[in-house]
T-cell receptor
């Protein structure tokens, strides 16, 4: 199908390591969002891109987290010096444009930091 | 401080009956509200939305009601089916684009 895809589906890493999580949005969607979902919680906003630029990164918890979308399509979420508290499901969503209500979510990447 | 609250972590309903899922919010500046459904190991799937200028939106078996004065919305599923069993998230959005989610309500529809 032509939905949002995320890779890898699962990532296990050790504390202190660097990880990259990839998101492929729906073709033609200009807005891309990253969320993080911890156990028993709803998704929490991290960062949102309009085209290539980060329009709002207010949800990034600290400077270990960084995201890019260099060509306005695929996005990569990068986490440096991972900590056990970073363990969560990282969800990516895209929408046709920022003022379009419906966001389409990918299946998520489950990150486990040992 | 939670801006979107789903106070019932779980709900159990008999097949064929009505399921009512509730959501409260605190920020009167939200422009629209959405309901998402989530199965285990999958991403949330959009169900239905409502603009803040409306009080009802209906799509097949799903109806969302918005009471702005009470800052409350609800999702009605009629009739409920076993395949509706999932976690339902209420979300709110505004001009900034990102969504704010509640913690979810796990719905179990028993045959």
């Amino acid at each position: 199908g032509a939905g949002v895809s995320q890779t890898p589906s699962n990532k296990v890493t050790e504390k202190g390591k660097y990880v990259e999580l990839r998101c492929d949005p729906i073709s033609g969607h200009t807005a891309l969002y990253w969320y993080r979902q911890s156990l028993g919680q709803g998704p929490e906003f991290l960062i949102y891109f309009q085209g290539t630029g980060a329009a709002d990164d207010s949800g990034l918890p600290n400077d270990r987290f960084f995201a890019v979308r260099p060509e306005g399509s695929v996005s990569t979420l990068k986490i440096q010096r991972t900590e056990r508290g970073d363990s969560a499901v990282y969800l990516c969503a895209s929408s046709l444009r920022p003022d379009y209500n419906e966001q389409f979510f990918g299946p998520g990447t489950r990150l486990t930091v040992l | 401080d939670q801006q979107v609250k789903q106070n019932s972590p779980s709900l159990s309903v008999q097949e064929g009956r009505i399921s009512i899922l509730n959501c409260d919010y605190t920020n009167s500046m939200f422009d629209y509200f959405l309901w998402y459904k989530k199965y285990p190991a999958e991403g949330p799937t959009f169900l239905i939305s409502i603009s803040s200028i409306k009080d009802k939106n209906e799509d097949g078996r799903f109806t969302v009601f918005l009471n702005k004065s009470a800052k409350h919305l609800s999702l009605h599923i009629v009739p409920s089916q076993p395949g509706d069993s999932a976690v339902y998230f209420c979300a709110a959005g505004g001009s900034q684009g990102n969504l704010i989610f509640g913690k979810g309500t796990k719905l179990s529809v028993k045959p």
